[in-house]
């Protein structure tokens, strides 16, 4: 069957026929990559084509992993297929994404502390981030806007409400860590804070707090969300 085109196949054995007809869940691995890569080449069905890609890399953890130059190695991979797949590995990683932040709330300078907090563990340089709330103080997105030592140079108020905008966030939390473990703000951490409050109020985002996580312990510079 697999030496013809799928467009010459009896409708019921299409994938995407069958898909449509039985759902996702039913179709082997090499059926759901040929209905994103929509059409084979090089002589080759799209199942075909897929086949040979999971018979190289083995796993999908490798065929997302694998470089342009890897994937454009298989005869039939051009450029078109190679975004086609790539851009459905992102769909799944933000989806991915988004379930994690299912249920999360951030009501309390300690909720921010306690969900934060493993995710900072033991990392040696600065990171912040921009938690994006709705008007429940539900997490619906997280950016990481910056590593390195917190500056004004560094925080540009474009790049920390970028993504709050476009995900027309009620309001939003920032949030970095100290890598030495004192939470005690610097002289740069309040500077960053004001302006980022100030330009929260300019655009129409309430900042929430700002929370600097530390060894077992969190300072919130404004305390209110």
Known sequence: MAKKPIREWPLQERPRERLLKEGPEGLSLSQL?????????????AIELAMELIERFETLQRINEASLKELLEIKGMGSAKVAQLQAAFELGRRLMRESSYSGVILSSPLQVYE???????????????CAMLDTKNRLIKEIKVSEGTLTNSLIHPREAFKEAIKESAHAVIFIHNH???????????????????????????????????????????????
């Open 115 to 129: 969900y934060y907090s493993p995710k900072m563990k033991g990392l040696k340089k600065e990171v912040f981030y």
């Open 33 to 45: 990559m040929a209905i994103v890569l929509r059409t084979g080449g090089a002589g080759k069905s």
């Open 179 to 225: 890598p030495s473990g004192d939470p005690a703000p610097s002289p740069d951490d309040m500077k960053v804070t004001n302006i980022l409050v100030e330009a929260g109020r300019i655009i129409g985002i309430k900042v929430l707090d700002h929370v600097i996580i530390g060894d077992g312990k969190y300072t919130s510079l404004l305390g209110n969300p």
